[in-house]
């Protein structure tokens, strides 16, 4: 796996790319110096937590012959305050899932990413606990 990332202002605004030709631009917050043009790293470490998950889920669902017409998920988090790093205390995961699917099913392809295959997860939750919910719309 590899990444490369370029400077593209005189400031903190960066693009990352990867061996694939796939783009993901960063920045700085205004605070800093930074012009928003970008996600700043720590919330791609929320994007990448949501996106691992999600994918481990659909997969599980596909796997379960369960409709899923739709998925997503909204990721909260909180940080330590006052201190630098700032690392995440808290990340909580809520997935809205749609289709005519098994509560059962979900609820356990949810265990199963959080608890056994989303790599992201894994990582983050050696600093920060981490917890999920979930909802099916019909």
Known sequence: MKITINRLDDAYHLRAV?????????????????SNKGMRPMQLMLVSAGSCSSIDII??????????????VEVTA???????PALFTKIHLHFRLKGN??????????ELSMEKYCSAVKILEKTAEVTSSYEIIQ
């Open 18 to 34: 990867n061996e694939d030709g796939n783009i993901v631009e960063t920045d700085g917050a205004v605070q800093i110096g930074g």
């Open 101 to 110: 699917l098994e509560e059962d099913k979900v609820k356990r392809a949810v």
């Open 59 to 72: 997969t599980i669902l596909k796997k379960q012959r369960q409709p899923l017409a739709d998925i997503g």
């Open 78 to 84: 909180e940080r330590e305050q006052g201190k630098v």
